[in-house]
Nanobody
Framework: QVRLVESGGGLVQAGGSLRLSCAAS????????MGWYRQTPGTQRELVAS???????NYADSVKGRFTISRDIPKNTVYLQMNSLKPEDTAVYYC?????????WGQGTQVTVSS
């Protein structure tokens, strides 16, 4: 079993910053590809940023230049630094990984950006 726990969400004004954390625990061995997704009511979950096991990062066009994904290997934690936040970034943010062909999601953390 793998457990992912997100934290760091909250309410911020437009132009502000937040850093989300995703701590992984359980039967997770080695460096895994990780992804940050977000979802708003009535929409599908969308990929925001991902990081490979070789630490290559990829971003959705809507967040390029504003968001940065990184990881702390000893802590088994992945971060999403979000700068220059916009009201359209408001969503529940989830982290995801896969181990042995099974996918795991965290419970999500709410990010609200006020205009």
């Amino acid at each position: 079993q793998v457990r992912l726990v997100e934290s760091g969400g909250g309410l911020v004004q437009a132009g502000g910053s937040l850093r989300l954390s995703c701590a992984a625990s359980g039967s997770i061995f080695g460096i895994r590809p990780m992804g940050w997704y977000r979802q708003t009511p009535g929409t599908q979950r969308e990929l925001v940023a991902s990081i490979t096991n070789a630490n290559t990062a990829n971003y959705a066009d809507s967040v390029k230049g504003r968001f940065t994904i990184s990881r702390d290997i000893p802590k088994n934690t992945v971060y999403l630094q979000m700068n220059s936040l916009k009201p359209e970034d408001t969503a529940v943010y989830y982290c995801r990984t896969s181990v042995a062909g099974r996918e795991y999601w965290g419970q999500g953390t709410q990010v609200t950006v006020s205009s």
